[in-house]
């Protein structure tokens, strides 16, 4: 599917000195927001079609290609739901306008369930142990509310007649295909691989195949209705009028919706000011709670920093208290005032359970949230898998109050300043949660925080689980000595992102064995498994960029793979860039944002993809994923960008 983006191309910034390797141990610095640096939106999407770390960039909603009317409400009293027909195109049925694509689609009555439609969990089941999956409930004499009742009465003689006909010159019996006569879990997973979780850009209708399939018959009908609806995407307020509008008028399909997903939310209209943008009521805290409301079944809530004024308090106590089947939560860089004050209102004034059914938590970049609402919500995550803290104000005593019972498989504690370096050695050592994990993420900014000096470093090395395919210790002192300590690691890592202190040749003794070691030793050498490091805390004087393109180092040479991505700072990506040296190795510098990497130009049939990262292929993500998806809106910039 075409996308309407264009490559990243950022300009260069002015070279910095190499910042002082004087220790900044354990001083703690409160998180500041960067709201400042981040008033526009901007959707980083993986080019997979490129070589590795390609992203696109783009900030305009492909639904803000037409004018809209800044007085439209949130309700929708028209046909067409307020949608304008796109200019130069020839009129269109408003009754086949769809709520969950593009706003111009010509398929909107589609979407419509039929007259008495009753979602999953409206279905009686007799018996208790009865299964209730479509197949069992049609055995049952039971279905959706659609199904006709004299089909049901049609003679046993008669209908085992079709059955054994199916088949008749070369065509089937409607109804009788053999695609439809699958278990509908298995139709429901077939049809699941045609949705797109990235909104398209332009007017590229979205699902047009899911919105095709409802007209071909009542089997692919009701199979495809669970999939629109099951994960929902709301790139614009628009859309999410639309939405609502929807599953108000059919309360049964909200209670398909498993997904809503706000991390593609483009808070920006044309022509728009954002007093204008209040006014039509689209997206606010009332509407959004309506949304919840509707959606009993909701199993993934992802929002990000354009939404947090429109989540009072209200719609965190409905997240947080009232939905007993979410599991993922994502509050990516929520930090305005409304929202600290929003969510700190409820832990103390609310009652909330013991257990909170939350397994994957993100409060990535909320800076502005006081200890006490991890305080308050941490020790009440007893099935706690994902959880990401990234430059928060998490102390020691927080991150010992998570659960014995929580088994931690993604754990970010990136820029935590507020964290000392021993007790979060000793956390990973004894506390039962961390034996599980497969991404960890100890980053720092070594110009303002230092979590691990050097006998932290050395100290924590070997306690980390064999389990752990990505690791960060970025902004850690480190030196020689931690080289050896590091070998055992680099056998099962796929991520590795070093401190400072350390220069070309200690990198070079993680690829390839000691030539001064005995025979043996370098015969019973054991090859690395890294395919990303990240080695941008080192200067160029301490990469030594004369010798790492020199003939004699192996690190750029084929010796080294599956290593393919080296991370690096701007002063040596400036370097690097208007060198001959790079495209002679074969390799190339790619960037995005703030970030930098060399990328070894090769074909590989590695897309990079893997389980632990979620639906990321690409290396070096710095967020962690709450839920399955493709890489792409605010949650892209914040992985790759930032």
């Excluded at 990079?608 to 979620?614: E, F, L, S, V």
Aim: glycine residues 6%; neutral net charge.
């Amino acid at each position: 599917m075409a996308v309407a983006n264009t490559n990243i191309s950022m300009p260069s910034r002015p070279l910095k000195a190499a910042p002082a390797l004087a220790s900044h141990k354990h001083s703690i610095t409160p998180p500041k927001s960067d709201r400042a640096d981040r008033t526009s939106f901007s959707s980083v999407k993986e080019n997979t079609a490129g070589i590795v770390q390609s992203f696109t960039d783009n900030k305009i909603s492909s639904y803000l290609r037409y004018e809209v009317d800044g007085n439209e409400t949130a309700i929708d009293e028209g046909d067409s739901g307020g949608s304008l027909t796109p200019p130069g195109t020839d009129a269109v049925d408003h009754q086949r306008m769809g709520p969950l694509t593009n706003p111009h689609s010509a398929l909107h009555g589609f979407v419509c369930p039929c007259e008495g439609f009753r979602g999953w969990k409206q279905i009686a089941v007799r018996g208790k142990i009865a299964s209730k999956s479509y197949g069992d409930l049609k055995s049952l004499g039971m279905g959706w509310g659609w199904d006709s009742r004299e089909e049901s009465k049609v003679d046993s003689q008669s209908q085992l007649s079709t059955d054994k006909a199916t088949i008749k010159d070369g065509a089937s019996i409607p109804g009788k295909s053999p695609i439809e006569t699958l278990p509908t879990e298995l139709l429901g997973s077939i049809i699941d691989q045609l949705v797109t979780d990235i909104p398209p850009g332009g007017i590229t209708p979205r699902n047009v195949d899911l919105m095709s399939l409802l007209l071909t018959s009542r089997t692919m009908h009701s199979v495809t209705l669970g999939t629109l609806y099951k994960k929902i995407t709301i790139p614009h307020s628009r859309v999410f009028r639309k939405f609502l509008t929807h599953i108000r008028e059919y309360n049964a399909l909200g209670t398909i919706v498993r997904r809503l997903d706000f991390s593609h939310f483009n808070p920006t209209g044309i022509g728009l000011t954002a007093r204008q943008r209040a006014e039509t009521l689209n997206l606010i805290p009332v509407t959004l709670l309506e949304c919840l409301n509707l959606t009993p079944n909701l199993r993934e809530f992802l929002s990000q920093e354009h939404i947090d004024d429109d989540m009072d308090a209200n719609v965190i106590k409905k997240l947080l208290c009232e939905l007993p089947n979410l599991q993922g939560l994502d509050f990516c860089a929520c930090s305005s005032a409304s929202f600290r004050d929003a969510i700190t209102t409820v832990i103390s004034t609310c009652e909330l359970p013991d257990a909170l059914p939350i397994t994957r938590l993100s409060f990535h970049e909320c800076t502005s949230l006081p200890s006490s609402v991890f305080e308050t919500i941490l020790p009440r995550l007893q099935r706690l898998t994902h959880l990401d803290v990234a430059h928060t104000r998490i102390t020691d005593d927080i991150l010992f109050s998570i659960p014995h019972t929580a088994r931690l498989t993604h754990l970010n504690l990136s820029k935590c300043s507020y964290l000392s370096g021993a007790r979060v050695v000793e956390f990973l050592s004894n506390h039962p949660a961390a034996k599980t994990l497969v991404y960890l993420n100890l980053g720092s900014d070594i110009k303002s925080h230092e979590m691990f000096n050097r006998s932290e470093v050395t100290a924590l090395l070997p306690v980390l689980p064999a389990s752990l395919r990505s690791l960060s210790l970025k902004g850690s002192e480190m030196d020689k000595s931690h080289i050896p300590l590091l070998l055992p690691l680099t056998k099962h890592l796929e991520e590795l992102g070093l401190g400072h202190g350390l220069v070309l040749d200690d990198i070079r003794k993680l690829f390839v064995p000691n030539q001064e070691a005995s025979i043996e030793e370098q015969l019973e050498w054991i090859p690395h498994t890294l395919h990303y490091i990240d080695v941008s805390d080192l200067t160029y004087r301490q990469l030594d960029l004369s010798t790492l393109f020199g003939s004699s180092c192996p690190v750029l040479r084929n010796d080294t793979l599956p290593l393919e991505v080296l991370e690096i700072n701007a002063e040596v990506y400036k370097l690097m860039s208007n060198s001959t040296l790079v495209k002679r190795a074969g390799w190339c510098v790619k960037e995005a944002g703030r970030r930098y990497w060399l990328v070894r130009n090769a074909d590989n049939a590695d897309s990079g993809g893997r389980d632990w990262k979620w639906g990321a292929n690409y290396w070096g993500m710095r967020k962690v994923p709450v839920a399955r998806a493709e890489v792409g809106g605010m949650y892209g910039h914040y992985m790759f960008k930032r």
